[in-house]
């Protein structure tokens, strides 16, 4: 089982696979801490692994 329709073009994550996240989670954070983001680009995901 893996988390539905999560696209992911980070190719060098241990859990990516043709554009596909295929972790069985995953955790997304603000990037320097806090539970609030302005951006896209201030979220950061932490289950990221690399291979
Ligand atoms: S764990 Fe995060 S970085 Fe890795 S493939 Fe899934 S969404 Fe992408």
Excluded at 35 to 48: G, P, Y
């Amino acid at each position: 089982m893996t988390v539905q329709n999560v696209k992911c073009t980070v190719s060098n994550c241990a859990y990516w696979h043709n554009d596909v996240c295929r972790a069985d989670a995953i955790e997304v954070n603000v990037q320097n801490g806090g539970r609030t983001s302005r951006t896209s680009k201030d979220t950061i995901c932490e289950t990221f692994k690399p291979r």
